[in-house]
């Protein structure tokens, strides 16, 4: 079909539904993807987990002859184990936290979707590990899918996490005749309804009990190198929980942006959640909350490493008390926002 008949059917879609869609010969279908887990909680399949993730450039852009012996002689052979005991703590009776919420949010998605415009297959996909991007694709492709929406779920745009997943829908494209016509979100960092949702989530939990004396925004860090070299993420990062704070009503003495799962020696993305945790309880504060808005679902990096070591960090400090609020998770505003997300894309068209 050509570009210039793009934007006509898909705004043709946003208002009348799926049925123009389908009069046009084209059909729409929805890849949400998410950063991934290793299948079980053991040492080989972190190692074979940590392998795929930490093989990519976009991750560790290190050259290969440094990075090789590392990742192979040391970090291979120590790490998987530690973090197998790690993902035990918080694995479940169905799997991983991580894919068994993403599970569940592809399905609110798909039902959100066919309430407004009918029939959308919407296929979850993980950057590393399993259902990969490679199969998620071809799912779509089975499905007869023409046009295709990638949604993935990073609110704040990085290069090790966006632009991976770029990179890996790209290379699972490379095998195909005829490829779908495919539209990326970017980011949604800014979007009111996810911004809403956060701020609802942390009314809901000072609603259980009143609030801590600090709110931290906890995002997940990224090499300082990064930000130095053009990476927007920080500055979303900023937007976000400034954006969350506003609708809170909150003073500025009364929250704080940090970053968590810094890996390496180099410098990264500050100020560190952990040292910050130290220092507010050195300075006499006693309570926090904490929120993680740059991950859509609960994984180790929220169940483990913020609900578990963080607290236990910050009370071996002389905190009193840290609440973790729960990701956003298959909230119905959370899976009303990314609907909205979706919708947007289509009505702003394809070219």
């Known amino acids: 079909m050509p570009l210039r008949h793009l934007k006509p059917v898909y705004s043709a879609l946003y208002l009348n539904g799926l049925e123009s869609m389908q009069q046009n010969q084209t059909r729409l279908g929805i890849l949400l993807t998410n950063l991934g887990t290793p299948d079980t909680p053991t040492p080989r399949a972190l190692r074979r987990y940590l392998k795929e993730f930490l093989s990519d450039?976009?991750?560790?852009?290190?050259?290969?002859?440094?990075?090789?012996?590392?990742?192979?002689?040391?970090?291979?052979?120590?790490?998987?184990?530690?973090?197998?005991?790690?993902?035990?703590?918080?694995?479940?009776?169905?799997?991983?936290?991580?894919?068994?919420?993403?599970?569940?949010?592809?399905?609110?998605?798909?039902?959100?979707?066919?309430?407004?415009?009918?029939?959308?297959?919407?296929?979850?996909?993980?950057?590393?590990?399993?259902?990969?991007?490679?199969?998620?694709?071809?799912?779509?492709?089975?499905?007869?899918?023409?046009?295709?929406?990638?949604?993935?779920?990073?609110?704040?745009?990085?290069?090790?996490?966006?632009?991976?997943?770029?990179?890996?829908?790209?290379?699972?494209?490379?095998?195909?005749?005829?490829?779908?016509?495919?539209?990326?979100?970017?980011?949604?960092?800014?979007?009111?309804?996810?911004?809403?949702?956060?701020?609802?989530?942390?009314?809901?939990?000072?609603?259980?009990?009143?609030?801590?004396?600090?709110?931290?925004?906890?995002?997940?860090?990224?090499?300082?190198?990064?930000?130095?070299?053009?990476?927007?993420?920080?500055?979303?990062c900023r937007v976000t929980a400034s954006r969350v704070a506003e609708r809170l009503a909150l003073a500025p003495e009364r929250w704080m942006m940090t970053f968590q799962s810094r890996f390496g020696r180099e410098e990264w993305l500050q100020p560190y959640t952990d040292a910050s945790l130290k220092a507010l309880a050195a300075s006499g504060v006693e309570t926090v909350d904490v929120v993680c808005p740059g991950f859509a679902a609960d994984c180790l990096e929220t169940l483990e490493e913020i609900a578990v070591e963080n607290r236990r960090l910050f009370m071996d400090a002389g905190g009193k008390g840290l609440r973790y609020i729960p990701a956003l998770n298959a909230r119905a505003d959370h899976i009303g926002a990314l609907a909205d997300i979706l919708l947007r894309e289509l009505r702003d068209g394809w070219t």
């Open 57 to 236: 450039r976009r991750v560790v852009d290190l050259p290969r002859l440094l990075w090789w012996p590392l990742l192979h002689g040391i970090i291979l052979r120590t790490r998987p184990r530690r973090s197998a005991a790690a993902y035990r703590k918080v694995w479940t009776d169905e799997g991983a936290p991580l894919l068994v919420i993403s599970r569940r949010q592809a399905e609110e998605l798909q039902n959100a979707l066919a309430a407004r415009l009918g029939a959308v297959p919407v296929v979850l996909a993980m950057r590393y590990g399993e259902p990969s991007i490679q199969s998620g694709l071809e799912a779509l492709r089975r499905e007869g899918v023409t046009h295709l929406l990638v949604l993935p779920l990073y609110p704040q745009y990085s290069c090790s996490t966006t632009a991976s997943t770029f990179d890996a829908v790209a290379e699972a494209f490379r095998g195909w005749r005829h490829l779908p016509v495919c539209r990326f979100v970017h980011d949604y960092h800014d979007h009111g309804g996810y911004i809403d949702a956060v701020a609802a989530s942390i009314r809901e939990s000072w609603a259980e009990q009143p609030p801590a004396e600090r709110l931290i925004f906890s995002f997940h860090g990224t090499p300082q190198r990064f930000r130095d070299e053009g990476d927007p993420y920080y500055a979303q």
